[in-house]
């Protein structure tokens, strides 16, 4: 084999995965190892039974193998197993190990072939093995047995995998010679994880089962389906000579026989057997581990260092003492109001970048859902002008008002200023309810000691929950103080001066607006030219307080016909049979033509919003409607009902309205986040900081809010069971001096000769477990030195 410290390098692997073992689960370092893969019925038992030399493992039809068993095979002079699930006890009867296996199978499992991930360890010691670690995993099966799951197969593919993605693992593939190679899973699936082979050793079993005439010689030769690894043929024990208790040795001696008589296999007979691949199973393993074991322990002592401060705290952590209960409750209630604090202001060491929380979140309610929730208070614009109407005329009475009343503005402007209340309310509810968001995620790290969880956040919350009631208070007073008293001589309130007012060609016109002022903008079709013209067409409209214009098209550039509004007129136009738009009709109340030859414009839009939007903005401008039932080209009779009169004063009043509720949505915009801030987020935060351990002290015994949970309870010991795994596998590692042996790696392979047919696993199978590379620590430098020293050859 080479130098003894060579040697040494498969037992300090055995050694660290006993110590690692102990960590349990959350022990996440791989060690070097070779997993066997293999269709049912592969003879992967069979294999591994020629090592040892004797019958240990469970047989039968269908699933035998329901979890992986990591074998370690040690070199010594007596002869026994151990189970790492019951140390100490030594297995002198190789068929008591079988049965173990069966009864510690079944024990996670069950006894109808349910599967489980979590392996099973087992120790042989023995003269007759090489110091060799082994995983036996479950046979790769397509169909079902008995309970188990109809996706067996994928489960089986999964834990596979688990092993096989692992780069510190070497694949032994195991194929029958019977089948068709080409197709077979154990190779197509390491191809898939291995694709330049690198890792994969090739075993054929049954050559002695081929059918006469035929032989597997090209691909133990390495020309067909070649591996850089190569390929080792194996005879083992038939089901008679397993049914017969043939003895493993004596089917050695048949092996060595077979292959030194067969005609196609003579000449590479030293090649081929259970003994040969034994031992190049050893070397190429030991070689492995050689090549791993620096970036493993770079991997090893970054885990040891991460966990150092954690572990530290952990042993000096007394549950029972009342000083130590005492000094970690003040800690924890200093964490919270860093932390509750950070979340709040945004400084943090954890930034979530997948959603907003904390402050981030409160600042959207501030300025982008309390904004929107105002939006949606404003009522619509027929509604809201029917109410002035009835306002006015009730004001009047049986009287028939000259002048607009001011009664009918503050009527208006109060019932507005009351539909605030709602959303206003909301809006706290809102805040609080995300305070209270980040209290339940500053609180949850408090989970270690339930009472003291528990006993926060009834604390925090009676308080968000006082200072909600007082933020409520200030906001309906707030809304109250400006019921009470309409200030019309508000700075910014447009008073008299945005009235509208008539000038001398009677055209209602918007006093103090300068210019000719934009109103609105859109595509609307002029419905009621003529075939013969050119037909319906669609212009770009732009509405101004003066002017309709029209474009042909939106660049505004080529302007098509300018209309002045001067004693215009709105018309309803009914929807035609056959027309899916939306119409209304303008027209001179002087009766001239309104554009060219026409005495109507019928102008059409594609839905309902838009024509009710034309029409608000059209009176908007001053352009009045009269209520008249007219066709498709704009023609009839005028209602005598209509009040000019009244709709100037609506107009009047509603352009008063918007001013006034502009002040009074800035102002509500202003000081709902001001007073919700001041109320609640300073008030809860002031009282996390410096009052909370004091109604926490007087509950009583603050000690008996220091329990800890049976999950910390449980965590604590993990993390001290894993810090001193990993310090014992630094040691072990650490201790290892150590001249090398080197192999080459297996030479490259021509592509060409490669005809395995791509495999596609399913999504979820293909995991991969990428090993993590750190700096050199001493003890890893230590390693590398005594690896890298001047190697002898076999």
């Keep these: 084999m080479g130098n003894r410290g060579m040697e040494e390098l498969i037992p300090l692997v055995n050694s660290l995965q006993d110590a690692l073992s102990s960590a349990g689960e959350s022990c996440s370092l791989q060690l070097p190892q070779i997993a066997v893969v293999g269709e049912q019925s592969a003879g992967k038992s069979s294999v591994l039974e020629s090592f040892v030399g004797r019958d240990f493992l469970p047989r039968g039809t269908g699933i035998v193998t329901r979890r992986p068993l990591i074998i370690q095979l040690v070199n010594d002079r007596s002869e026994y197993g151990e189970f790492l699930h019951s140390r100490g006890e030594r297995f002198t009867d190789f068929n008591e190990i079988c049965r ?96 330049q082979g690198l890792r994969t050793i090739g075993v054929l079993t049954k050559l002695d089962l081929m059918d006469a005439g035929t032989n597997a010689r090209e691909i133990l030769e390495n020309k067909l389906l070649p591996l850089r690894r190569g390929y080792v043929g194996v005879v083992n024990r038939s089901q008679r000579d397993i049914d017969g208790r043939k003895d493993v040795r004596a089917a050695l001696l048949a092996e060595q026989s077979f292959f030194q008589n067969h005609p196609a296999y003579r000449h590479m007979a030293e090649r081929m057997g259970t003994p040969y691949l034994q031992r190049i199973l050893n070397q190429q393993l030991t070689n492995h581990i050689r090549d791993k074991l620096p970036a493993f322990c770079s991997q090893l002592q970054s885990q040891l260092l991460a966990l150092n401060k954690e572990a530290e ?131 949850n790290k408090l989970r270690s000691f339930p009472a003291l969880q528990e006993q926060t956040e009834k604390i925090v919350a009676t308080k968000i929950q006082q200072q909600e009631r007082k933020c409520k208070d200030q906001v309906l007073l707030f809304l109250d103080v400006q019921l009470a008293y309409i200030n019309t001589k508000h700075e910014d309130f447009i008073g008299m001066s945005f009235l509208p007012s008539s000038n001398q060609n009677g055209r209602r016109v918007v006093a103090g607006v300068v210019g000719n002022q934009i109103i609105r903008k859109g595509w609307l079709t002029i419905s009621n030219i003529g075939f013969m013209k050119g037909g319906a067409r669609k212009y770009w409209f732009i509405l101004t307080t003066q002017t309709l214009s029209w474009f042909k098209d939106d660049s505004e550039k080529e302007k098509s016909y300018m209309l002045p509004l001067d004693n215009l007129k709105l018309r309803d136009v009914q929807k035609g049979f056959l027309s899916s738009k939306f119409a209304f009709a303008l027209f001179n109340t002087e009766s001239r ?43 009839g009779a005028a209602d005598s009902h209509s009040d000019p009169l009244l709709e100037r ?141 001047p190697a002898s050859r076999e």
Aim: proline residues 5%; contains cysteine.
């Design 593 to 635: 033509n309104i554009y060219k030859n026409y005495r109507s414009l019928a102008l059409a839009c594609e839905s309902p919003e838009e024509l009710d939007g034309w029409r608000e903005s059209l009176l908007h401008a001053g352009v009045y409607p009269e209520h008249v039932t007219v066709d498709g080209q704009g023609n």
């Design 100 to 195: 173990e296996i069966v009864r510690e199978t079944n024990r996670l499992t069950g006894s109808n072939k349910g599967l489980s991930a979590v392996p099973m360890h087992l120790k042989i010691h023995s003269p007759n093995v090489l110091n060799l670690t082994l995983v036996d995993l479950p046979g790769i099966t397509k169909l079902p047995v008995g309970d188990q799951p109809k996706d067996i197969e994928y489960q089986i593919r999964d834990m596979i995998m688990q092993y096989v993605c692992n780069e510190n693992c070497l694949i032994l593939a195991v194929m029958p010679a019977t089948s068709d190679l080409t197709n077979s899973d154990a190779l197509q699936l390491a191809k898939n994880v291995d694709p």
């Design 313 to 443: 705290e952990y042993r000096q952590y007394s549950p029972d003492g009342r000083t130590h209960r005492t000094k970690t409750l003040i800690q924890s209630v200093l964490h919270l109001a860093g932390d509750f604090g950070k979340l709040i202001e945004g400084f943090g060491d954890n930034i979530d970048t997948v959603s907003l929380s904390g402050g981030a979140k409160i600042n959207q309610i501030f300025h982008e859902v309390f904004p929107f929730e105002l939006t949606k208070v404003e009522s619509d614009e027929k509604k809201l002008r029917q109410e002035i109407s009835f306002a006015i005329r009730n004001i009047h009475g049986i009287r028939r008002g000259l002048f607009t009343p001011d009664m009918a503005f503050e009527t208006i402007v109060r019932k507005q200023i009351s539909k605030l209340k709602a959303p206003c309310v909301k809006f706290v509810d809102m805040v609080t309810q995300q305070l209270m968001n980040t209290v339940y995620q500053c609180v």
């Design 649 to 789: 004063q609506v107009q009047t009043i509603r352009s008063l309205v918007d001013s006034y509720m502009g002040i009074i949505y800035k102002s509500v915009k202003d000081l709902m986040p001001k007073t919700v801030t001041h109320l609640m987020i300073n008030s809860v935060k002031e009282f996390i900081s410096s009052e909370l351990l004091a109604q926490l002290c007087a509950l009583g015994d603050c000690s008996e809010l220091m329990d800890e949970s049976p999950e910390q309870q449980q965590h604590r010991k993990q993390v001290l069971r894993k810090h001193a795994a990993l310090k014992e596998a630094l040691a072990i590692v650490s201790n290892l001096s150590t001249s090398a042996c080197s192999t080459a790696r297996p030479p490259p392979v021509d592509s060409a000769l490669s005809q395995t047919p791509s495999f596609s696993l399913p999504a979820k199978s293909m995991v991969r477990t990428k090993s993590a590379y750190y700096g050199h620590a001493p003890a890893v430098a230590k390693v590398t030195s005594a690896l890298n020293q």
